[in-house]
């Protein structure tokens, strides 16, 4: 096996491309409305380079999205005149299509989110037979899971600090998946709660970032950890899941 094929652990995407550029929408803090093409473009190619190079399993539909994005930046290079001739719409703006699948899209997610709201509130309603159960304490934090997005935006924020040391990874030592895992989970057994940012802290190599991120993955696709944020666009921390502490 090759060192490249080593560190290669095959996940699937759950998430599609419209949820990637939600995220980014609401992480650079845009008008979806008015979407500044260009910048957003540039970002949602570089997280689709970053789930290549991590071997994601990446749905057709990322690679439409991204040319999709593509022929909309080179309209809007077009003098409007010319535009709406070549789209045939009455706005003449490139955007307008992507902006309603996103809106409407985006009412989707928030509809299922209040439905799944209501879900966890009614699963804490009790009939009067259920009264005296014990309950247990409430946690001090609201835990919020994770989105590949935001994993990968800490991994790519890890990656950068080791890029201008590439130099180094001739003679650094190599790692394993496997090895990243054992070493995750001794870890968590010292502190059920670890920062993702404090994993990174210290490693030389873009390769040991690499092989940690997918030991991170491997074990969250295995249900032994969860990655969770007390508010958006925080810090990660990784949680052992009850189940398995």
């Given at each position: ?80 005149d010319e ?9 003449g703006d ?115 970032v690499v ?35």
């Open positions: 096996m090759t060192s490249a094929e080593e560190y290669r652990v095959k996940l699937d995407v759950f998430e599609g491309p419209l949820d990637l550029l939600l995220y980014l929408i609401r992480k650079e803090e845009v008008d979806i409305y008015d979407i500044p093409i260009e910048r957003i473009t540039q970002q949602y190619v570089a997280y689709l380079d970053l789930m290549r190079m991590l071997d994601l399993n990446i749905a057709g539909e990322f690679i439409v999205m991204a040319a999709t994005l593509m022929m909309i930046k080179s309209r809007m290079l077009l003098p409007v535009r709406a001739v070549e789209e045939d719409e009455d706005e490139p955007r307008w299509d992507l902006v309603r699948q996103l809106v409407e899209y985006k009412k989707f997610k928030d509809a299922a989110l209040h439905l799944q709201v209501l879900e966890d509130q009614q699963e804490n309603i009790f009939i009067r037979e259920g009264e005296g159960v014990e309950l247990g304490t409430v946690p001090d934090v609201a835990l919020n899971d994770v989105s590949i997005f935001d994993l990968i935006a800490a991994f790519n924020d890890a990656l950068s600090k080791v890029q201008k040391e590439e130099l180094r990874e001739i003679f650094a030592e190599r790692f394993t998946v496997g090895e990243k895992i054992d070493d995750l989970l001794a870890r968590m057994e010292q502190s059920t709660r670890l920062s993702l940012t404090d994993l990174f802290t210290g490693m030389k190599s873009r390769h040991e092989c940690t991120f997918l030991a991170v993955l491997e074990l969250m696709r295995l249900k032994q950890i969860r990655a969770i944020q007390e508010e958006p666009y925080g810090p990660i921390e990784l949680l052992q899941e009850m189940e398995n502490s």
